[in-house]
């Protein structure tokens, strides 16, 4: 990429990031979140056959599912303006969603890309990626990648059970080579954002864009010729409201839409800014869950050296 392209991307970001935390901080003037990272640990896997390659500690640094839920009437529309976006389509013949984060990395839940029930130290995390799709507005496949190198996975997450997993997050690389279509960099249309406290149950609207397998009863998505993209709004909500590592929503979800973003929109100056506070694992009766960004999971997307 043109190095003052890349830079002016980082201006942008820098701008953005200060717009969205004065605009956070007027819902909770205190961030009850620390600021600081805790170690922890990840386990890395071949992104083409599942084996396993490495397992390394992010150190404390400083940083400034599948179940169906539809809540209520189905709401959720066909939405294709969300480049950054991803339909995930491993080998076993699962598919869910996952977003740009930057060039060479996207984001998704853990349990989209792994077997949960994979011992943590066995030589394969369970599943791997046959392709990533990406669209155009109009729907059309843009870029289909084959070649996915690694899927890096919290150690923890193999672990701890449950119904939701604070653990449940996942990071996808892309090998960088010397052609533009290699770089997703055009694609990473989402901030991530650490949502305060105050959010969480503060009954503002927020969305979540995916690839579901149903939508009013319908098949919309499978893994061969079926790939339709929607987003769905909500509420926040009240559920999971005492935990630092998950929160509760009322946009409507089914299989498929685990990994997708679950995101903020603002309108500011004349542009529309989208803010991703949580990754969305879990379809839970009349809430549904995302495992919410902290300073960790910020870490680890945006300042991970083994990456």
Do not use: W
């Amino acid at each position: 990429m043109n190095a003052i392209v890349y830079k002016s991307r980082k201006i942008i970001s820098v701008i953005v990031a200060a717009v969205m935390f004065i605009i956070c901080i007027t819902y909770n003037n205190i961030l009850e979140t620390s600021a600081v990272n805790t170690a922890l640990n990840y386990k890395v896997f071949n992104a083409s056959n599942g084996n396993y390659m490495s397992t390394y500690t992010l150190s404390a640094n400083a940083v400034q599912d599948n179940s169906r839920s539809v809540i209520e009437l189905d709401t959720r529309v066909v939405d294709f303006t969300k480049s950054g976006v991803v339909k995930i389509i491993m080998n076993s013949g699962s598919f869910s969603t996952g977003f740009v984060v930057d060039g060479n990395t996207i984001a998704t839940a853990a349990h989209c890309v792994a077997n949960k029930t994979s011992d943590g130290n066995a030589a394969s995390c369970g599943d791997s990626i046959n392709k990533i799709l990406i669209f155009d507005a109009n729907g059309n496949i843009e870029l289909t990648i084959t070649n996915a190198y690694s899927v890096h996975i919290p150690s923890l997450y193999f672990s701890t059970y449950g119904n939701t997993n604070e653990y449940d997050y996942a990071l996808i690389t892309i090998p960088e080579v010397d052609t533009e279509t290699r770089d997703l960099s055009n694609y990473a249309i989402f901030n991530l954002g650490i949502m305060l406290d105050g959010f969480k149950n503060s009954g503002k609207t927020i969305s979540i864009t995916g690839f579901p397998k149903e939508v009013n009863d319908e098949i919309v998505n499978d893994c061969i010729s079926k790939h339709t993209m929607y987003e769905g709004t909500g509420q926040v909500g009240e559920k999971y409201a005492n935990s630092d590592f998950i929160f509760g929503y009322t946009c409507d979800t089914s299989g498929g839409n685990s990994g997708g973003p679950v995101y903020t929109t603002v309108a500011y100056g004349g542009n529309v800014y989208y803010t991703v506070i949580g990754i969305h694992t879990t379809g839970a009766g009349t809430f549904n869950a995302a495992t919410r960004i902290t300073t960790d999971l910020l870490h680890f997307y945006k300042n991970n050296p083994n990456i």
